[in-house]
């Protein structure tokens, strides 16, 4: 199609489902603004196709959000695995720190308290309750999945804000772990299942550490992984992003209970701001986390660690489709990394990764 019958199928798309009219002026502001790349000219024709016309969609779906900055929009589309032209992490990280600061306003606004804990280390049950409360509840959804109680709620905003007291938050996590593995693993013992549940979240908890800590209080703020995380680790986060539903659409599958709390988060990472709170997450946890992963995978690459099993995962989850041939494969990749073998491919090399887009 050319460019006029794009623009006029994009505005009647774009006004229906988010009410945004779409000019062929505006278009053209999005073109000068490196959100969306115009195809090559064939001759003197340019011929625009279904990837220029879902790109410009999702564009207005943001506006629609609210997110209208041209720095803030080019990462929100790249998180979600768009690639807007001449984008380039390494020199675009002022904008993704600018929203993770809305992020983390919206996440933390409401909550009244002075407790910090680490100067004040035992509190009493009824200032924990009120600590607690000044929090906010849980979600009800989320009981399926993770049932968190006043203290487990005051230790997961000590560990976001301050990087403390992250064993009540693991050991929550280890019995969510404990029960996928069942699934995964059929036939697993249960010993065996809390050992390695245990060991993992143990390790993956503490280094989310600091998500929402501001970098003038503690030295492991999640800004300082936005400023210092190598480009490396920012590509595995994004495919991690971009994998997130097919995972989520699978644990729906191994066990009907969790549907609830699996669609409460699901719908939460589609808002702006959690999309980007849950990238940062991650690329923190990879940030911090590189020593544990080479352990655990083995690796030796030049990277901070050999993620190459890491990205087979990831890549299944994203190009999974849901249902019981993805649970036997990826089952059978985490057996393998569980038996201290390498992952299948797990010999790619680095520019390997790249060129995969991990």
């Not at 195809?39 to 943001?62: D, F, H, N, S």
């Not at 997961?156 to 019995?175: M, P, T, W, Y």
Request: net charge positive.
């Amino acid at each position: 199609m050319n460019r006029r019958e794009l623009v006029k199928r994009l505005s009647t798309t774009a006004e229906e489902r988010y009410g945004v009219r779409v000019t062929d002026s505006m278009f053209g502001d999005w073109l000068r603004e490196k959100l969306i790349a115009a195809p090559r000219k064939r001759g003197q024709i340019r011929e625009w196709t279904a990837k220029e016309y879902r790109g410009a969609l999702e564009i207005c779906r943001l506006k629609s959000q609210g997110v209208n900055f041209a720095g803030a929009i080019r990462w929100h589309l790249w998180i979600k695995g768009f690639d807007p032209p001449k984008f380039d992490p390494r020199k675009s990280r002022r904008p993704l720190l600018k929203e993770f600061r809305k992020f983390r306003f919206e996440a933390t606004k409401g909550v009244y308290t002075t407790y910090d804990p680490r100067s004040e280390r035992e509190i009493s049950p009824a200032r924990l309750e009120t600590i607690a409360r000044s929090i906010g509840t849980q979600d009800s959804r989320l009981h399926s999945i993770l049932p968190f109680e006043a203290q487990q709620i005051v230790k997961a905003r000590n560990l976001a804000e301050f990087d403390v007291g992250g064993e009540k938050i693991s050991a929550a996590a280890s019995r969510f772990c404990s029960e996928v593995l069942f699934h995964l693993i059929p036939g697993i013992q249960a010993d065996a299942a809390n050992e390695i549940a245990g060991t993992i979240c143990s390790a993956i908890v503490g280094n989310f550490g600091g998500l929402t800590g501001k970098p003038d209080e503690i030295d492991t703020s999640s800004e300082a992984s936005i400023l210092c995380a190598t480009v490396d680790t920012y590509m595995l986060a994004r495919q991690i992003a971009v994998g997130i539903p097919s995972l989520l659409a699978i644990l729906r599958v191994l066990n009907p209970n969790w549907t609830s709390g699996l669609d409460a988060a699901r719908m939460s990472a589609r808002t702006p701001h959690w999309r980007i709170g849950n990238f940062v997450a991650m690329l923190h946890f990879l940030h911090r986390a590189g020593p544990i992963l080479e352990g655990f995978l083995g690796g030796n690459s030049g990277i901070p660690c050999d993620y190459n099993a890491l990205c087979d995962i990831v890549r299944m989850a994203k190009d999974g489709k849901g249902g019981s041939q993805w649970s036997v494969d990826l089952a059978q990749h985490c057996r393998t990394m569980l038996t201290g073998a390498n992952a299948p491919n797990s010999g790619a090399t680095t520019s390997q990764n790249k060129n995969l887009g991990v």
